[in-house]
């Protein structure tokens, strides 16, 4: 079953360097979702990703944060300098469409843990 | 805003008890509803949904009811088992985005004893 693949696992940086995190959705989904859930809380909505721009973004996603897609199957996060509070676990998801909810299942990586020392 | 609210954990149940977990949620609109499951180094698989009022979603021996008069996607399983140990999130998708961005519950944890 195809599956959206997050790389590394786990992420362990200092204080104000930049990561890059990185996702593979799933190949012919077309949206593209960053969450994340800082430990013990809710899973929150970063940003939303179609036709090579952004759709939606929370407050949560200031300038420190940006969104690409370098090729046709990379979707990279990049925190430009991490602060202690951005330690969290980022989930990637994809679905193949954004209006029509019958078919608009998002489908999760296993996350990525950044921890910011 | 939207919102969703989910019974708190860690619920612990002995193998073959029924389960309910409770999840109202706040909307304007006609939301899709949603529950997750995360098992242990995982990441968050769907579990079932329903997109409009009186949906019944199941799977997994998983049943959930969008009330639309109660606001409410209780999740229901009459016999869980001790694979079902897990985190479930109840969540809503709000039509309004063009990227329909799901909201989620703060989660449940769920232990099931033998």
């Known amino acids: 079953e195809p599956e959206v693949t997050q790389t590394p696992s786990h992420q362990v940086t200092q204080m104000g360097q930049e990561v890059i995190l990185r996702c593979v959705p799933i190949?012919?989904?077309?949206?593209f979702y960053w969450y994340r859930q800082i430990l013990g809380q809710k899973v929150e909505f970063l940003v939303s990703?179609?036709?090579?721009?952004?759709?939606?973004k929370s407050e949560i996603f200031d300038d420190q944060f940006s969104v690409e897609r370098p090729d046709g199957s990379n979707f990279t996060l990049k925190i430009r300098s991490t602060k202690l509070e951005d330690s969290a676990m980022y989930f990637c998801?994809?679905?193949?469409?954004?209006?029509?909810?019958?078919?608009?299942?998002?489908?999760f990586g296993a996350g990525t843990r950044l921890s910011v020392l | 805003g939207n919102s969703v609210t989910q019974m708190e954990g860690p619920v612990t149940l002995s193998e073959e008890a029924f389960l309910t977990i409770n999840c109202t949620y706040t909307?304007?609109?006609?939301?899709?509803l949603f529950w997750y499951v995360q098992y242990p180094g995982e990441g968050l698989q769907l579990l079932l949904k329903?997109?409009?009022?009186?949906d019944k979603g199941s799977n997994k021996g998983f049943e959930a009811t969008y009330r639309k008069e109660t606001t409410s996607f209780h999740l229901e399983k009459g016999s869980v088992q001790v694979s079902d140990s897990a985190v479930y999130f109840c969540?809503?998708?709000?039509?309004?985005?063009?990227?329909?961005?799901?909201?989620f519950g703060s989660g449940t944890r769920l232990s099931i004893r033998p």
């Open positions: 998801a994809s679905s193949d469409s954004g209006r029509d909810l019958a078919k608009n299942i998002q489908y």
């Open positions: 190949s012919n989904h077309l949206y």
């Open positions: 990703f179609y036709n090579n721009e952004i759709s939606e």
């Open positions: 909307a304007t609109g006609y939301p899709s």
């Open positions: 329903a997109t409009k009022a009186d």
């Open positions: 969540a809503l998708s709000d039509r309004r985005s063009s990227a329909s961005k799901i909201i």
